[in-house]
T-cell receptor, first 116, second 112 residues
Framework: NAGVTQTPKFQVLKTGQSMTLQCAQD?????MSWYRQDPGMGLRLIHY???????DQGEVPNGYNVSRSTTEDFPLRLLSAAPSQTSVYFC???????????????FGSGTRLTVV | SQQGEEDPQALSIQEGENATMNCSYK?????LQWYRQNSGRGLVHLIL?????REKHSGRLRVTLDTSKKSSSLLITASRAADTASYFC????????????FGRGTQLTVWP
């Protein structure tokens, strides 16, 4: 099925460990982004990419790295996990950012991360 | 910082009633979007309204946009129990660089 696939769905990390959250889309979307969702906070943008090889920081980038080597994949790396990174992480993609051709974002089902 | 701010934070209604949620924002925009999130799930795009549009319909959804007041409303007519979810508005703050900013959402509960 077409869409945005995130793995894993659940993860528990110890403080200081590193890991990579995977995100893949098969819709040939140029734009991809990572958000975190915390209770009562809505979604906050971590990093985003407007195409392969191009990434930029969002609102809360500290502690996270991204790269975009292909159109399909946009992994998010936690460098040294901290309890403050306990959250639900969502990946999203969009066909176009051009206002006339922006039809909204497709979200993955999320990764629930707990750092102990 | 949050761009869109939804109001009310929580809304509880009976099936068959209409539900209205409001969103206010602070900057110019290219478009405003509404999303639904069922408990424990990802966000689902509902509707996008461009800055030069004033009203848009999609099924039982009606969205209005008032750029002079920097506000939008989402109306769900004839609500169903299945409409129970959190609803978020999001804007691009006038940028095409890829940033989409979300509010904290309205939790809608529709009782059978």
């Amino acid at each position: 099925n077409a869409g945005v696939t995130q793995t894993p769905k659940f993860q528990v990390l110890k403080t200081g460990q590193s890991m990579t959250l995977q995100c893949a889309q098969d819709m040939n979307h140029e734009y991809m982004s990572w958000y975190r969702q915390d209770p009562g906070m809505g979604l906050r943008l971590i990093h985003y990419s407007v195409g392969a090889g191009i990434t930029d920081q969002g609102e809360v980038p500290n502690g996270y790295n991204v790269s975009r080597s292909t159109t399909e994949d946009f992994p998010l790396r936690l460098l040294s996990a901290a309890p403050s990174q306990t959250s639900v992480y969502f990946c999203a993609s969009s066909y176009s950012l051009t206002p006339a051709y922006n039809y909204g974002y497709t979200f993955g089902s999320g990764t629930r991360l707990t750092v102990v | 910082s949050q761009q869109g701010e939804e109001d009310p934070q929580a809304l509880s209604i009976q099936e068959g009633e209409n539900a209205t949620m409001n969103c206010s924002y602070k900057t110019s925009i290219n478009n405003l979007q509404w999303y639904r999130q069922n408990s424990g799930r990802g966000l689902v795009h509902l509707i996008l309204i461009r800055s030069n549009e004033r009203e848009k319909h999609s099924g039982r959804l009606r969205v209005t946009l008032d750029t002079s007041k920097k506000s939008s409303s989402l109306l769900i007519t004839a609500s169903r129990a299945a409409d129970t979810a959190s609803y978020f508005c999001a804007t691009d703050r006038g940028s095409t660089l890829g940033r989409l900013y979300f509010g904290r959402g309205t939790q809608l509960t529709v009782w059978p």
